[in-house]
């Protein structure tokens, strides 16, 4: 099956794009090619030359998760950072980025530290806000949808159209959703990144990046960049993430069944103030009733759920945005678009939900004091 057969359902295009039996033995499972380099039979005259360039394990992963984006080109890198940073280097000084003002804590800090001292310019507005403008001159349009952390939901099908009608790129982080909830290429982005170490691997145990296009000359340019800066995979943290791929579907669908219920039942408590949920995938948001020491508390508290950054694994994670994944974004910008000392981030597992519940209601009880 090629990564083109987007016919097939998101299952079966996870087990199987890209991934055919290996020719030489038949392993139904792609191998771990673990090789710098390959025999050339003639010299220049072969598809494989080193593996900074090539690797035949990083390819099946490229095509598989290209397959369940709906796209035609898959590059994978070391990190979600080194694919972001990686697609900023498309753009030029002088050139206009409109971002959404929710956005991942490292996101913000390389856009506004590292790429801005390189004459990019950057204005951080609400993407999710339907009367929002995209502004002659603006070169790239990047959002979040859900945005992390308040997991505010984009029209992206809109928001594509206006950028076209200015000449603009749209990249959308499509981490938090992923391709089982939404394919932003099929609603007319121009591109799609995500963190492979979140839901795409989904066991925490591989950093991963991607982005995904079907501009061919987009393309070319990424896999130009993609061999000469270096910041690829290795192809063992590529075949883990291949083997937590055939689950993805079935992970999501219970990811969503607890986060749903969960949710729920915090919007029926008296000590929460806003739950944000968008209906969808395992991530959910809340405030707290309380200062940053009750939130602290919270926190602490928890068994079930680890207190630890990140998301997107089998296992339950809690963590305070404010003083850890966000705490790059200055204070005052946090205040201002609603990132509160009190706002807790919770990254719902595939856990029983019983037990979930029971080890967040003792942490209500701690937070109490």
Known sequence: MSHRDDHRGISTRAIHAGQPAEPVTGAVMTPVFQTSTYAQPHPGDWPWEYSRTHNPTRTALQDCI???????????????????????????????????????????????????????????????????????????????????????????????????????????????????????????????????????????????????????????????????????????????????????????????DNARALAAWLKARDDVATVRYPGFSGMVSFDLVGDLAAATRFVEATRVFTLAESLGGVESLIELPAIMTHASVPPEIRAEIGIADGLIRLSVGIEDLADLQADLEAAFAAARG
């Open 66 to 256: 290209a397959a369940l984006e709906g796209g035609r080109h898959g590059l994978c890198f070391s990190s979600g950072m080194a694919a972001i940073d990686t697609m900023l280097r498309t753009l030029r000084p002088g050139d206009r980025v409109l971002c959404g003002d929710d956005v991942y804590g490292g996101t913000y800090r390389l856009f506004t530290k590292v790429c801005a001292e390189f004459g990019i310019h950057f204005d951080f507005v609400d993407l999710s806000d339907p009367d929002v403008v995209v502004p002659e001159g603006t070169t790239l349009v990047w959002t979040e949808s859900p945005t992390n952390p308040l997991l505010k939901t984009t029209d992206l099908a809109a928001l594509c159209e206006k950028a076209a009608a200015v000449g603009a790129m749209v990249v959308v982080d499509n981490t938090f959703a992923t391709p089982v909830y939404q394919q932003p290429l099929s609603l007319g982005a121009t591109a799609v990144v995500h963190s492979t170490t979140k839901y795409l691997n989904g066991h925490s145990d591989v950093v991963g990046g991607v982005i995904v296009t079907s501009d061919d000359d987009l393309a070319a340019r990424l896999a130009f960049l993609q061999n000469s800066v270096g910041a690829v995979p290795g192809p063992w943290d590529c075949f883990l993430t291949l083997r937590g791929l055939k689950t993805l579907k079935v992970r999501m669908d219970r990811h969503t």
